[in-house]
């Protein structure tokens, strides 16, 4: 008796749970017509690509000045369509506290003997840039 009683509650139970699904199949129309979608490949180079620097690999890193001394450290990138990258420098501050954070074109920067270096700059140049925020 117990298991015809269990075995009832267990089949209504299937059964609602499938009438419930049925409306998230039904939405689909037979009379929608595909939406066409086209993605623009790029034949590259891959090694060249191979050749560059991940970006999880560049975070982190110490940027040094002219004088072969840090200025700070990259905090992040920004990539946007139409728009030039940026490498977001997190400078001044020491052990992390008091730390603000500048953005340069990531052009500026220039790459040698595993070493990040934005020719041209001091720490006080550095410090004389705008703070950068994030957009919330």
């Known amino acids: 008796m117990f298991m015809q009683k269990f075995s009832k509650k267990v089949k209504s139970r299937a059964v609602a749970a499938a009438l419930l699904s049925l409306p998230l199949f039904a939405v689909q129309s037979s009379d929608a017509q595909p ?3 086209t993605v623009d490949l790029a034949k590259v180079n891959v090694q060249k690509v191979a050749a560059g620097f991940r970006a999880s690999k560049l975070i982190g890193t110490s940027v040094l000045d002219d004088a072969n001394e840090s200025i700070g450290k990259v905090d992040d990138l920004l990539v946007g369509t139409g728009m030039p990258t940026f490498a977001i420098l997190s400078v001044g501050g020491f052990l992390g506290l008091d730390n603000r954070y500048v ?17 041209g700059s001091t720490k ?11 957009a919330k």
């Open 35 to 37: 939406v066409p979608q």
């Open 103 to 119: 953005a340069v074109p990531y052009d500026a920067l220039t790459f040698a003997d595993n070493k990040v270096m934005l020719r």
């Open 124 to 134: 006080d140049s550095i410090r004389m840039l705008p703070e950068f925020k994030y």
